[in-house]
């Protein structure tokens, strides 16, 4: 949950003006928990577009995309609407 908040509030807080509208949905769809895996492949594309800027990357770009990656294989975690929508995953692994 705080991988999720962290990533949304910096997609919140500094979106670009190119993608502004992609980005405040990623951060939306990430704050409330719903379609994570989609939201976080969407915002670590959308953070991975700003490394082929002619500037020079900073960390903060590097560490997003990273996070929103993270999150997109993580997934949203039990305090989710994709929890509470489709149910807790479990994945059990038997010795048989």
Known sequence: ????????????HGASAELEI???GAGLMLLLGLWTP????LAALLEALKLFRPLPPSWEVI???TMA??????GPGSYSMDARKYGRKR??????
């Open 63 to 65: 560490l997003a995309t």
């Open 1 to 12: 949950m705080i991988l999720r908040l962290a990533i949304s509030f910096y997609l919140l």
């Open 38 to 41: 989609i939201a976080g492949t």
């Open 69 to 74: 990656f993270s999150l997109a294989f993580l």
């Open 22 to 24: 992609l980005q405040i």
């Open 91 to 96: 994945i059990s692994i038997d010795d048989r």
